[in-house]
Nanobody, 125 residues
């Protein structure tokens, strides 16, 4: 069983930056692809970014490409989402999730087995 705990959410003005963290523990936490998803009020949860177990490859949604960066910390224990040039439409609850594969970068939330509890990001204009 892998546990994921997000942190770093908050309120920021448009154009600002935030860094989200996803701390992994339990099981073979460092052996999985990890992704960030987000869900805005009244909308479906959507893929944001994913990173392979060793950090060698990443994938981004078109809506965040060039503004967000996903990375893994030492020992692959933490996954970060550095968010820049934030827009009001980025307002959402952000979730990190682990996929049992190591090298696939999947964007369907149904492929992710373990989930964190979420952290709220609010961007004001």
């Amino acid at each position: 069983q892998v546990q994921l705990v997000e942190s770093g959410g908050g309120s920021v003005q448009a154009g600002g930056s935030l860094r989200l963290s996803c701390a992994l523990s339990g099981g073979t936490y460092n052996k999985y692809t990890v992704a960030w998803f987000r869900q805005a009020p009244g909308k479906e949860r959507e893929f944001v970014a994913a990173i392979t177990w060793d950090g060698s490859r990443t994938k981004y949604a078109d809506s965040v490409k060039g503004r967000f960066t996903i990375s893994r910390g030492e020992y692959e224990r933490t996954v970060y989402l550095q968010m820049g040039s934030l827009r009001p439409e980025d307002t959402a609850a952000f979730y990190c999730a682990a996929d049992l594969t190591r090298t696939l970068l999947r964007i369907d939330q149904r492929d992710y087995i373990y989930w964190g509890q979420g952290t709220q990001v609010t961007v004001s204009s």
